[in-house]
């Protein structure tokens, strides 16, 4: 995979795994190809429940907001992960950085790797706050729970979805009109 400056496909990836968790490995690795990963993984038993727990993880950066201690969390994934630069130029696909041993390559300890540095780009070029849980949830009682990765142009995504958008509006709506009734 090419982690490119932002680490934009390596976030979206964790996301996508998180909100929409695949039924079995197979639905991994499929994601995994549609976010741009091109490396072949040798399949392991416990390999699913694995990468399960680096989702829940990483969900743990997701929901812990103050800039100080995401930065100690993802630090320490990165170190656990020994998530550090090496040059690699596998599957003829030009000479680019991989963030991890050459060697290392379980499915869940490659996506650990990828997806911790890849949030580390993402956060330190675009903005620490770009990260977090679909602001509709915040209303007691609403399902939502999707992540947002905010790679907008203002970086003030609230929202996973338009129709998470317009609930809260609406809700807004009545919030107030209930007010002057
Ligand atoms: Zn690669
Ligand atoms: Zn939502």
Not at 13 to 34: H, K
Not at 37 to 45: R, S, Y
Not at 56 to 62: A, P
Not at 105 to 126: E, K, N
């Amino acid at each position: 995979m090419h982690l490119n400056p932002y680490g934009e496909y390596a976030v979206l990836l964790a996301a996508s795994l998180a909100n929409d968790w695949p039924a079995d490995r197979q639905g991994i690795v499929a994601r995994t190809r549609e976010l741009g990963m091109t490396v072949d993984f040798p399949e392991e038993a416990d390999d699913y429940d694995r990468v399960r727990r680096v989702i829940d993880d990483w969900l743990v950066v997701v929901d812990t907001s103050d800039p100080h201690e995401r930065a100690h969390l993802l630090n320490r994934h990165m170190a656990s992960a020994a998530a550090y630069p090496r040059l690699t130029d596998h599957n003829d696909e030009g000479w680019h950085l991989h963030y991890r041993d050459n060697d290392a390559r379980s499915l869940p300890h490659v996506l650990f790797a990828v997806v911790s540095v890849g949030t580390a780009l993402h956060l330190t070029t675009r903005g620490m706050h770009r990260l977090h849980r679909c602001a509709a949830g915040e209303t007691p009682g609403d399902p939502c729970a999707a992540v947002v990765v905010d790679i907008t142009r203002n970086g003030r995504q609230r929202y996973c979805s338009v129709r998470c958008a317009n609930r809260a509006a609406v809700r807004r709506h009545r919030a107030r009109t209930a007010g002057t009734a």
